[in-house]
């Protein structure tokens, strides 16, 4: 054990945390997607292959060992949406979004959520996170505009063509409107809530995205996360559960330029 500790090197250490940082953001990136499903299934033809070879099967066992040596380009043409939208992301250095961007695009949705509740209009506002929600905007309306409270509201109002379904925002931009989302299969959710919750809850309970629900009955304003529901906020309390979710702390937020600073320095 000395000896390996030894003759481990500083390269190795930072080969294994490089490879452990992209694993993590692998599984980031593909948690609560189609791709852990057709990750488990490549994984069981894997063990499957082994094992016909193991007990002798020598038909399945010449039929999977040609299917998985095309295995890179089967996980290319399957996982293309992925690798691009990954790709995409390591363009992105992590300190180009600042704490005053954060609080103006909560502030807008505020400001609508704020609206939406005095004029008893639903709604259902979805923020993504570091889960990417592609699976459940693919048949959604696209909008691709800068946030606004103003057009928030808009989506919602009953006259609206897109006011069904929810409307998701990624950073400061509104993806997509009249987004249908997967209720909620938990049995000891109130009676009381009706489809929006349970929607809200439901993408929830599958990704890290945040929620806000507006009740058209009761003008209630609901934050759901990670399959909990905390109902009947003020605009106040809603602000600060936002702000603590999406607003970095100031060392947070500089944290990167620090270390940056700190290497020039030494």
Not at 110 to 118: D, F, G, M, Q, V
Not at 210 to 215: A, C, D, L, M
Not at 245 to 253: A, E, L
């Amino acid at each position: 054990m000395l000896d390996l500790l030894k003759s481990l090197r500083w390269q190795d250490i930072a080969d294994i945390l490089i490879v452990a940082f992209i694993i993590y953001h692998v599984i980031i990136m593909i948690r609560g997607t189609r791709a852990v499903q057709m990750l488990v299934g490549i994984g069981v033809l894997i063990v499957a292959y082994f094992g016909a070879r193991e007990l002798e099967f020598m038909t399945l066992y010449w039929l999977l060992g040609t299917f998985l040596s095309s295995i890179f380009l089967i996980i290319i043409i399957v996982f293309q949406r992925d690798i691009r939208r990954a790709l995409t992301q390591v363009g992105q250095t992590p300190f180009t979004k600042t704490e005053h961007e954060s609080a103006e695009s909560l502030e807008e949705i505020i400001k609508a959520t704020r609206y939406l509740s005095r004029q008893q209009i639903g709604s259902l506002i979805v923020l993504e996170r570091e889960t990417g929600l592609k699976d459940y905007i693919e048949s959604a309306h696209l909008i691709d505009a800068k946030l606004s409270s103003e057009l928030l509201i808009s989506l919602f109002i009953t006259s609206s063509p897109l006011h069904d379904g929810g409307v998701v925002i990624r950073g400061d931009r509104i993806l997509t409107a009249r987004c249908v989302l997967p209720l909620s299969k938990n049995p000891y959710i109130s009676k009381s809530m009706g489809t929006r919750h349970r929607a809200a809850i439901g993408l929830s309970e599958e990704t890290d995205a945040v929620i806000i629900v507006v009740s058209e009955e009761t003008r209630q304003i609901s934050l759901v996360q990670h399959g909990a529901i905390a109902s009947d906020l003020d605009i106040s309390q809603l602000r600060s559960r936002l702000e603590a979710i999406f607003v970095p702390k100031p060392d947070q937020t500089h944290i990167w330029k620090h270390w940056l600073k700190y290497g020039k320095n030494s």
